[in-house]
């Protein structure tokens, strides 16, 4: 088990693991279709998104919630 300190890292990372996992597999077959390079080429996309998504999450989601703090009681 991890201290609770470190829940928001954990679910920045579990959010944005799962996000990239379904848009990267989603984009890839409406762009390219499902044939047998489909795996190769998820997953080279999938390498890109993956960081981009954490990264973005990790930058966004701080400014995110205290938006949502604000505008919400």
């Known amino acids: 088990?991890?201290?609770?300190?470190?829940?928001?890292?954990?679910?920045?990372?579990?959010?944005?693991?799962?996000?990239s996992l379904f848009m990267t597999l989603i984009i890839t077959y409406i762009?390219?279709?499902?044939?047998?390079?489909?795996?190769?080429?998820?997953l080279k996309a999938w390498t890109v998104g993956l960081p981009i998504a954490i990264i973005t999450s990790l930058l966004v989601g701080p400014i995110a919630k205290r938006f949502v703090d604000?505008?919400?009681?």
């Open 1 to 19: 088990m991890f201290p609770k300190k470190y829940s928001n890292l954990i679910f920045v990372l579990i959010m944005g693991f799962g996000m």
């Open 31 to 42: 762009n390219t279709g499902m044939d047998n390079g489909y795996p190769n080429r998820f």
């Open 70 to 73: 604000k505008i919400t009681k």
